[in-house]
């Protein structure tokens, strides 16, 4: 009895085995899970013809791509409105070439006769001139001003050339965030395209439901949404930049660097020393400085010219009478030459609401400049600010979060590719993982941008041209 009962449990798991693939004809084992990823690989990977174009090469080359610096210098070089701004130094030296002139000297002719009221032998003819003379430092008060507003038109051009520098950080580093971004979408939807010839052939084998391969279509069709947009920033940044630098819209703008290996101009080490350095060569805190002494000098030039008005003169005359006696008429000749002066009194304008203008001048460069030297310890604080945390977050998300999410998905992957996790997981992680690459892209931005700030609030330097 007992032999028998052995006998037809070994029957009965015979069978079992020979029913198991009509049963569960969807059924392998890990090993051929396994086997069948392998074969399936090998034969996607067989196919040499790429499965994604990348538009990366139209906008970067490490090689031939065009630098900060080149940016920069077309900018500075082409740009009509800047251009337009160095205009005013030209006329500021105009205006100084007036201030040297002296006043013109008058002449004057004057004919007297008497004819008119019946006195026909009378008649006078007198020449004159007059030259004023400017006394109490006019002069010299009036070149000094003119001098002081070259001063000051070239600071304004070159406050002018920081802002433009600014503006060129401004889309460069928004090129370079889309540009990331653009690579980090594409390297994502590589990655997906190829899931989805892998569970095409699933499906295909009728291993894997349609619907999986839905949600996976769907996916990738949002990456690309995704990467039309990235591509649509960076070709608006590059615009501006064309714009900026005066270069065709129609000219093509590859990058060279890479925001996670952009550089910039050595900054100082503490906000202290940055503050200091701010202080002495911002171009606007300048300018404020120079606002002052120009106010100043215009007061004093409006205190020259209030004073009384001197002007020199000089005149010949030539008369003719005629003296009618008893015995006849008898002509006579007269001629007289005349020296003298005038002065202008200032009784009534003595320039008082000039020279209050010119106090109210004063007061207002002396707030301003106070008001920009506080604008620069601000901006360099809290560029220093924007600095440690950007590179906090860089640190953490470079070495903790993105390579461990990284391995994450690679992993979910290869769980999914045997059978034992749904698609919508992998979708699910893949997008914690773009999520993070966003998070990465903006805190590289920030910190670019921050470093950005920095270099501006300094007054750009090593980054416009030389003063002379």
């Given at each position: 009895m007992t032999i028998?009962?052995s006998?037809s449990?070994f029957k009965?798991?015979a069978?079992?085995v020979?029913l198991?693939?009509?049963i569960y004809?969807?059924?392998k084992?890990?090993?051929?899970q396994?086997a069948?990823l392998?074969?399936?690989?090998?034969k996607?990977s067989?196919?040499a013809?790429p499965?994604?174009?990348?538009?990366?090469?139209?906008?970067y080359d490490?090689?031939?791509?065009i630098s900060l610096?080149?940016?920069i210098?077309r900018?500075?070089?082409?740009?009509?409105?800047?251009a337009?701004?160095r205009?005013?130094?030209?006329?500021?030296?105009?205006?100084?070439?007036?201030a040297?002139l002296r006043p013109?000297?008058?002449?004057?002719f004057?004919?007297?006769?008497?004819?008119?009221v019946?006195n026909?032998?009378?008649?006078q003819?007198?020449?004159?001139?007059s030259?004023?003379?400017e006394?109490y430092?006019r002069?010299?008060?009036?070149?000094n001003y003119a001098?002081?507003?070259?001063d000051a038109?070239e600071?304004?051009v070159?406050?002018?050339e920081?802002?433009?520098?600014a503006n060129v950080?401004?889309?460069?580093?928004?090129?370079?965030?889309a540009l990331?971004?653009l690579?980090a979408?594409?390297?994502?939807?590589e990655l997906?395209?190829q899931t989805?010839?892998?569970v095409?052939?699933?499906v295909?084998?009728?291993d894997?439901?349609?619907?999986?391969?839905?949600?996976?279509?769907?996916?990738?069709?949002?990456?690309?949404?995704?990467r039309?947009?990235?591509?649509?920033?960076l070709?608006?940044?590059?615009?501006q930049l064309?714009?900026l630098g005066g270069?065709s819209?129609d000219e093509p703008?590859?990058?060279?660097?890479?925001?996670n290996s952009?550089?910039?101009p050595v900054?100082?080490?503490?906000?202290?020393?940055?503050v200091?350095i701010?202080l002495?060569t911002?171009p606007?805190v300048?300018?404020a400085?120079i606002?002052?002494?120009v106010?100043?000098?215009g007061?004093?030039?409006?205190?020259?010219?209030?004073r009384?008005?001197?002007?020199?003169?000089?005149?010949?005359?030539?008369?003719r009478?005629v003296i009618?006696?008893s015995?006849g008429?008898?002509?006579?000749r007269d001629r007289?030459?005349?020296?003298?002066?005038?002065i202008?009194?200032?009784?009534f304008?003595?320039?008082q609401g000039?020279?209050a203008?010119?106090?109210i001048?004063?007061?207002?460069?002396?707030?301003?400049l106070?008001?920009?030297?506080r604008?620069?310890r601000?901006?360099?604080?809290?560029?220093?600010?924007?600095i440690?945390?950007?590179n906090?977050?860089v640190?953490t998300?470079?070495?903790a979060?993105?390579?461990?999410?990284?391995?994450?998905v690679e992993t979910f992957?290869k769980?999914y590719q045997?059978?034992?996790?749904?698609?919508t997981?992998?979708?699910n992680?893949?997008?914690r993982?773009?999520?993070a690459n966003?998070?990465l892209?903006?805190?590289?931005?920030l910190?670019?941008?921050?470093n950005?700030d920095?270099l501006?609030a300094?007054?750009?330097?090593?980054?416009?041209?030389e003063t002379?």
């Open positions: 028998l009962n006998h449990l009965w798991l069978a079992t020979l198991l693939p009509i004809p969807n059924y084992t890990n090993a051929q396994v069948l392998t074969k399936e690989e090998t996607v067989s196919t013809k499965i994604l174009v990348s538009t990366l090469p139209n906008y490490s090689q031939d791509g610096k080149d940016l210098r900018a500075l070089e082409t740009n009509q409105d800047l337009a701004d205009l005013e130094i030209e006329k500021a030296k105009a205006r100084l070439d007036q040297r013109n000297p008058t002449l004057e004057e004919q007297e006769s008497g004819r008119i019946g026909g032998g009378d008649g003819f007198t020449v004159g001139a030259l004023p003379i006394i430092g002069r010299t008060e009036r070149i001098l002081i507003a070259i038109s600071a304004e070159r406050n002018r920081r802002i433009l520098v950080l401004t889309n460069y580093a928004e090129a370079l965030a990331r971004e690579e979408t594409e390297n994502l939807l997906d395209l989805t010839r892998f095409q052939i699933r295909n084998e009728g894997t439901p349609p619907l999986e391969l839905n949600l996976l279509q769907a996916e990738v069709e949002r990456l690309r949404s995704r039309e947009l990235a591509e649509g920033r070709q608006a940044a590059l615009t064309k714009m270069s819209f703008l590859r990058l060279r660097e890479q925001i952009a550089i910039l900054l100082p080490a503490t906000p202290d020393a940055a200091d701010g002495r911002r606007d300048l300018l400085r606002e002052e002494q106010s100043t000098a007061l004093r030039l409006i205190k020259a010219q209030s009384p008005d001197l002007t020199a003169y000089t005149r010949y005359s030539q008369g009478s009618d006696t015995i008429n008898f002509p006579q007289s030459l005349t020296f003298g002066v005038a202008g009194i200032p009784i304008n003595k320039n000039a020279k203008e010119a106090e001048n004063i007061r207002q460069a002396k707030a301003r106070e008001f920009a030297e604008v620069v601000g901006e360099i604080l809290a560029a220093y600010q924007k440690e945390a950007a906090r977050a640190s998300l470079e070495t979060a993105i390579p461990q999410m990284t391995n994450n992957r769980v045997i059978g034992e996790i749904k698609i997981d992998l979708i992680e893949q997008r993982l773009l999520d966003r998070d892209t903006e805190a590289l931005t910190r670019y941008r921050a950005a920095l501006i300094l007054g750009a330097g090593g980054l416009l041209p002379k």
